[in-house]
């Protein structure tokens, strides 16, 4: 291996591990926040019960998710430094309004949350967790803006002399179309994740033996996870038709590829399922939904999709083809076609999976009901395992659909590796990091594993704090 796929699986494993805990992260904070908000209504103790539970649970994903996102930064200069340097003027101003504004008010006001139970007025403590959401959303705003601009560059202007892109509209880069329609299908995708979550938690406490005395408790986290999870799922589905139309029209290989589709077709037709050659140039068998694409890829029901091979020869006649190039290089313009093919699919069957399990799930434990057996609390683990592996898939299926392009149209990812770097460098660095990422999955897992088992601490009235604050000098106190 050459030091441009050592790096790219560096890049690979990295980034897809730091993702699991970011889906997480942002949905759950909206729905501890949800659960506060409602026992400050009510001064209901479940609600509080469930607030401290699962906001324990969401502290251990963000630190982990934090230790882990710091890595990022380290591996675009060690790594992949001429993309740095190729897109530093652009990504310069949204991701240092990312650190100083969003990042900065999610942990100010997480660490206000966190301390100020028993210093500050309860409708003020609730609003803390709201500017942690409000928090997290910005930080995906302005991450999602750059990640938007290397599936679609508008903006900047080339510059021949530095060769590098230069930020000429700082609005455009923000108000990207693709940026319009990732954004949302992030943060519903968030939502589906984190109700998964609390419905599985939920499910697992609710058929234990050892939790029936608070099976009513862990029943209104099952149903509350289910809706959010639901009505994320259906987000999802609506902002991902959307997106796949914006796709189509700016990066039309990304969705011939996402289909398998060789040759233009008017009307086209969706693929369940596909086999090809090993080389993924050519289809075998396939099971098709008649004029499903067109509508997907235009909303006509009639509409022309282009084809890999058309789409070959247009790209190779704008941009140039690299001298020997093979089937799968820069020089072909095409991705990988079983990756693209299959991580749409794993995305879709996954997300779909889930809203429909929510769906089940609320029927089930309607006016009341809930099965006691174990399946019910296994089915339920599985919910927040399938929303996680379906964001990857998601993610994956994004960034490999874009290749062989790093920016596209502009850079392709062989020109964007680090010139100077050496490959056993590379080695011991990817070495060195998926070991690390290992050690902090075990403690992780365990964290979890350990502090779910142990289900919702007993109710334990906080003290309602004038709004003038505490009068006493104590020092702030952890509360978890």
């Not at 190039?325 to 313009?333: M, Q």
């Amino acid at each position: 291996m050459d030091v441009l796929d050592i790096a790219r699986w560096q890049f690979g494993i990295v980034t897809v591990y730091h993702f699991l805990f970011v889906p997480l992260t942002i949905g759950l904070t909206a729905l501890i926040a949800i659960l506060e908000t409602i026992w400050v209504r009510t001064n209901k103790p479940e609600y509080l019960r469930l607030t401290k539970f699962f906001g324990r649970l969401f502290l251990i994903n963000f630190a982990i998710g934090v230790a882990t996102g710091i890595v990022q930064e380290f591996q675009f200069g060690m790594n992949w430094s001429d993309y740095s340097r190729f897109v530093g003027d652009i990504f310069g101003a949204p991701l240092a309004v990312e650190g100083l504004l969003a990042f900065f008010l999610e942990s100010t006001f997480l660490g206000l949350w966190i301390f100020g139970w028993d210093k500050l007025p309860r409708a003020l403590h609730a609003t803390t967790i709201w500017l942690v959401h409000l928090g997290t959303l910005a930080s995906s705003w302005f991450i999602l803006a750059a990640n938007s601009w290397m599936q679609h560059p508008v903006g900047y202007t080339y510059n021949p002399d530095s060769g590098r892109a230069e930020l000429t509209d700082f609005w455009a880069v923000m108000f990207n179309k693709v940026q319009l329609v990732t954004f949302p299908h992030v943060v519903m995708a968030a939502y589906m994740t984190a109700g998964a979550f609390v419905l599985g938690i939920g499910a697992y406490l609710y058929v234990r033996k050892d939790k029936e005395h608070d099976r009513p408790l862990y029943l209104k986290a099952i149903r509350f996870g289910a809706a959010v999870s639901l009505i994320g799922g259906l987000g999802v589905a609506i902002t991902g038709d959307v997106q796949g139309k914006i796709m189509t029209e700016v990066q039309p290989m990304k969705m011939a590829a996402a289909e398998a589709l060789y040759d233009t077709e008017q009307p086209a037709s969706f693929s369940i399922f596909t086999i090809g050659t090993p080389d993924g140039q050519t289809e075998k068998f396939a099971i098709k939904v008649p004029r499903l694409l067109s509508f997907l890829a235009t909303g006509d029901w009639n509409g022309k999709v282009e084809g890999i091979n058309q789409l070959r020869e247009r790209y190779i006649e704008k941009y140039g083809q690299d001298p020997g190039a093979t089937y799968y290089s820069a020089g072909d313009y095409v991705p990988v076609i079983p990756v693209t093919y299959w991580s749409f699919r794993f995305m879709i069957g996954l997300g779909v999976l889930v809203a429909a399990g929510a769906a089940l799930i609320l029927w089930l434990t309607r006016r009341g009901r809930a099965p006691t057996s174990p399946w019910f609390g296994r089915f339920g683990i599985l919910m927040p395992i399938a929303a996680v592996f379906a964001s990857s898939w998601g993610w994956l299926f994004t960034e490999m659909g874009r290749q062989p392009w790093v920016v596209f149209g502009l850079m392709t990812t062989e020109h964007g590796v680090s010139p100077s770097v050496p490959a056993y460098e590379v080695w011991t660095s990817v070495t060195v990091f998926t070991l690390l990422y290992g050690v902090l999955a075990v403690v992780e897992i365990g964290l979890l594993a350990k502090y779910v088992k142990r289900g919702a601490d007993p109710f334990e009235e906080p003290p309602d704090v004038p709004l003038g604050g505490s009068d006493d000098d104590a020092p702030l106190s952890f509360a978890y």
